[in-house]
C-alpha cells in the first residue's frame, strides 16, 4: 500500500488529540503521510465549527485539496462535518463524510472508499460510548493530551458545541490511568487531561467520581512525572481541588478558568450560571493557596448587547485579576444558537476593536507574570525548537534556554536570567 494521506486539523486540542489517534492508526494499516501543503491520494479535513469563520476556512481546506490533486479523495470530519454533513456533502471534490461517532473508525470508511459521495453522521445526542481512544504517540514528543472526556450537559447562549459532541461521557478512572502510563512508558514526561467540559469529568460513571478523584489516583499511582490539567469551568474548582494541587508532586500549577465576561449583565445573557465575585474568589484562593500558579481566561469580546459600560467593567475586571494570559475570542453569530438571534448584535468594528484591547492587555499581563521569575530557578521540560532550544515550565512558562540535544524530554533546573515578551530567558543549572 502506497496511498499518501495529509491530516490537517481545525479547533480544539480534542480534535488534536484524535487527529493524533487517526493517524497513528492509518500509520500502523500502512498508509504514509506527507504535509497537507502536499500532493496527496487522501486528504482528511478534522473540522472544527465553533464560529462561522471556522466553518469557511474548513471550505477553503477542502477546495485547496481539490486544487492540489483534482484525483485525490476529500474526507471531511470533526464539528462542522456533525452539523451540516450534507451541505458539505455537496461540495465539489468531498467524497466521504463523517461524524464525531464515526471518526474512530476511520480505516474503515477510508478502505470502503466509494466513487458515489457518502455521508455517514449518527446522531450523537444518543452517544453514550466512554471507551478510551487508543493513542501510544504524540508529535510533540515530550508532552501528549489524554481524552478522559466529550461532550458537555451546559448550553451556553453561544455555543454549538454540546450539539456537535453530544452529552458528557467520561472514561473509567482505570482507562484513563491505563493511557497515561502508556504515554509514560513511551517517554513523554508531561500528560494534559483534556475534555470538552473537563470539570464534568466522572460524574455521569457509576459509581461518579470526580476530576479531583482522577488526579488523586495518578499522584498516588505515580504513573506520570507531570500532570496539567486542561480548561475548568470556575464553579468546578471546589477548594479541596485548589488545596490537593498546593501539595501535588506531579499535578502542574496551572489552570485555564474560561470567564467569557467581566460584566454580569453579559454573564446573565450568556447563561454562565456564575458572576464575578465567585470567579474572583476561586482566582484569589488558588493564587493564596499557590503563589506561582499560572492562571489563564476565555474572554469573548462583543457578545450580543454589551455595551460601552459593560466592556469597561470587563477590561476592569479583567485588569484587577492576577491573570498570567487570555484567550481573546471576537464573538462570532453561530447559527443554532441562542446569541446568533439575540437583538443588538454589536458591529463587527466595535467586535474588533474591543478584542484588540483585550489582546493588548493579554501581552501586558503576559509580560508581568513572567517578570515575577527573574533571578529564580524553575523546573523546565527541555523541548526542540527550531534553530534551538526550549522549554516548558510547570507553570506554563515558554523559557528560551541553552541546551544539548541529550537535554530534549528531561525537566531541569533553570536559572532564569530575563524575559523576552511572555516568555523567560535562562540558563540550565550543572
Not at 28 to 44: H, L, M, N, R, W
Not at 159 to 176: H, K, N, Q
Not at 326 to 347: D, E, I, K, N, Y
Not at 352 to 376: C, D, I, P, Q, T
Request: proline content about 5%; hydrophobic content about 40%.
Amino acid at each position: 500500500m502506497n496511498k499518501k494521506i495529509a491530516i490537517t486539523t481545525l479547533g480544539c486540542k480534542i480534535n488534536q488529540f484524535e487527529s493524533a489517534a487517526m493517524t497513528q492508526a492509518l500509520e500502523q494499516q500502512g498508509y504514509s503521510f506527507v504535509p497537507f501543503t502536499e500532493k496527496a491520494d487522501i486528504y482528511v479535513i478534522n473540522s472544527c465549527t465553533v464560529t462561522a469563520k471556522t466553518d469557511a476556512e474548513s471550505r477553503r481546506l477542502i477546495r485547496r485539496a481539490s486544487r492540489m490533486n483534482p484525483e485525490a479523495r476529500v474526507v471531511v470530519t470533526g464539528c462542522y462535518a456533525q452539523m451540516a454533513g450534507d451541505d458539505l456533502l455537496k461540495l465539489p471534490g468531498v467524497n466521504l463524510i463523517l461524524g464525531n461517532t464515526e471518526k474512530k473508525d476511520i480505516v474503515g470508511f477510508i478502505e470502503g472508499l466509494k466513487d458515489e459521495p457518502q455521508a455517514v453522521v449518527s446522531d450523537i445526542s444518543k452517544e453514550r460510548s466512554k471507551e478510551r481512544t487508543p493513542l501510544e504517540s504524540f508529535a510533540e514528543h515530550t508532552r501528549a493530551f489524554l481524552q478522559v472526556q466529550n461532550g458537555c450537559d451546559a448550553r451556553c447562549a453561544y455555543c454549538i458545541v454540546p450539539y456537535a459532541r453530544g452529552a458528557s461521557r467520561s472514561v473509567a478512572p482505570a482507562e484513563a490511568l491505563e493511557g497515561m502510563a502508556a504515554f509514560a512508558a513511551k517517554g513523554f514526561r508531561e500528560i494534559v487531561l483534556t475534555g470538552i467540559h473537563l470539570g464534568a469529568y466522572g460524574l455521569d460513571l457509576d459509581p461518579p467520581t470526580d476530576l479531583l478523584g482522577l488526579m488523586k489516583l495518578a499522584e498516588e499511582q505515580g504513573v506520570v512525572q507531570r500532570l496539567r490539567v486542561g480548561s475548568v469551568e470556575p464553579t468546578e474548582v471546589p477548594a479541596e481541588m485548589i488545596e490537593f494541587m498546593s501539595v501535588s508532586k506531579i499535578v502542574c500549577p496551572h489552570l485555564h478558568l474560561p470567564l467569557q465576561s467581566g460584566s454580569d449583565g453579559v454573564l446573565a445573557r450568556m447563561d454562565r450560571g456564575y458572576d464575578t465575585k465567585l470567579f474572583r474568589g476561586v482566582v484569589d484562593a488558588l493564587v493564596t493557596a499557590i503563589p506561582d500558579v499560572c492562571v489563564g481566561s476565555d474572554i469573548i469580546a462583543g457578545f450580543p448587547g454589551e455595551t460601552d459600560q459593560e466592556f469597561t467593567e470587563t477590561f476592569a475586571f479583567i485588569e484587577s485579576l492576577p491573570l498570567a494570559y487570555l484567550h481573546v475570542f471576537p464573538f462570532s453569530q453561530r447559527p443554532g444558537t441562542p446569541a446568533a438571534t439575540m437583538a443588538a448584535q454589536v458591529q463587527p468594528k466595535v467586535i474588533k476593536e474591543r478584542a484588540e484591547k483585550l489582546r493588548l492587555l493579554s501581552e501586558r499581563k503576559k509580560a508581568e507574570y513572567a517578570a515575577k521569575f527573574v533571578g529564580r530557578e524553575l523546573q523546565v521540560l527541555v523541548q526542540k525548537d527550531d534553530g534551538g532550544r526550549k522549554g516548558l515550565a510547570r507553570n506554563y512558562l515558554t523559557v528560551q534556554i541553552d541546551g544539548s540535544e541529550e537535554m530534549v524530554n528531561r525537566e531541569v533546573n533553570v536559572a532564569i536570567t530575563g524575559t523576552k515578551g511572555g516568555e523567560l530567558i535562562g540558563r540550565i543549572k550543572a
